[in-house]
């Protein structure tokens, strides 16, 4: 109720057109706060479905594993993939995912272009709160 829920947004750890330092920078601030904060529900980490998880990602997860944070894969851009290389990719994250104690084991996909996902990314929200 009230305050005693917030919604955080924290800036994408890979992201590359930004310099290197700013996003060393990111990287520091999010391990940071993610470090020692049980207060967390979930963490929503975001994968580019055209790429799967990258070792930037599995440096996050291994991160929520050791802080013990629940973390749930939401794979982005699930538009501009291929349905035959769809499973391909899910078959990868799933891998990636399984060696991870604080990884949920549901994935969902979404393209915020054609609004696939999000309205199931919202419900689960509004579940943890």
């Known amino acids: 109720a009230g305050d ?3 919604l955080v947004d924290l800036p994408g750890y890979g992201y590359a057109n930004a310099p290197l330092a700013v996003v060393e920078k990111w990287q520091r601030l999010l391990k ?6 049980q207060s967390l529900r979930r963490v929503f980490v975001l994968i580019d479905a055209r790429h799967g998880v990258k070792a930037v ?6 991160l929520l594993d050791s802080a013990a944070v629940t ?14 290389d769809r ?5 990868q994250v799933r891998g990636k995912l399984s060696k991870h104690p604080a990884a949920f ?3 969902v996909l979404t393209s915020s272009e054609k609004g696939d996902g999000i309205a199931t990314l919202r419900a689960i929200i509004a579940t943890l709160v």
């Open 4 to 6: 005693s829920h917030y």
């Open 32 to 37: 940071q706060y993610l470090q020692g904060r």
């Open 57 to 62: 990602d599995e440096e996050i997860m291994t």
């Open 71 to 84: 973390f749930q894969a939401v794979l982005t851009k699930a538009d501009k993939v291929k349905d035959k």
């Open 87 to 91: 499973a391909k990719v899910l078959d």
């Open 105 to 107: 084991p549901e994935i």
